[in-house]
Nanobody, 121 residues
Framework: QVQLVESGGGLVQAGGSLRLSCAAS????????MGWYRQAPGKQRELVAV???????NYADSVKGRFTISRDNAKNTVYLQMNSLKPEDTAVYYC???????????????WGQGTQVTVSS
């Protein structure tokens, strides 16, 4: 089992910045990918950014050039640096961890509780 605890959300003006953190505990050795999703009111949860254990990053087109995902394996923590925030970035942001076992043939997804990010016009 893996538990994820998020922090860093808040209220900012358009053009401002926030840094989200997600600390993992439990069976952290099983984690392969970590990432961030977000869900705005009335919308589906969408992928924001992911990073592999080897540091390979991938971003949604809507946040490329503005958001940066990073990972500190020693601290079992993933970060999301959000710059040039827009009102449309307003959402609950969820940390995600994926455990894939090629040997066993299983996949598990773990989720944080979510942290609110609100960007005012």
């Amino acid at each position: 089992q893996v538990q994820l605890v998020e922090s860093g959300g808040g209220l900012v003006q358009a053009g401002g910045s926030l840094r989200l953190s997600c600390a993992a505990s439990g069976n952290i050795f099983s984690i392969n990918h970590m990432g961030w999703y977000r869900q705005a009111p009335g919308k589906q949860r969408e992928l924001v950014a992911v990073i592999t254990s080897g540091g390979i990053e991938n971003y949604a087109d809507s946040v490329k050039g503005r958001f940066t995902i990073s990972r500190d394996n020693a601290k079992n923590t993933v970060y999301l640096q959000m710059n040039s925030l827009k009102p449309e970035d307003t959402a609950v942001y969820y940390c995600n961890a994926v455990s894939v076992s090629a040997r066993i043939g299983t996949r598990f997804d773990y989720w944080g509780q979510g942290t609110q990010v609100t960007v005012s016009s």
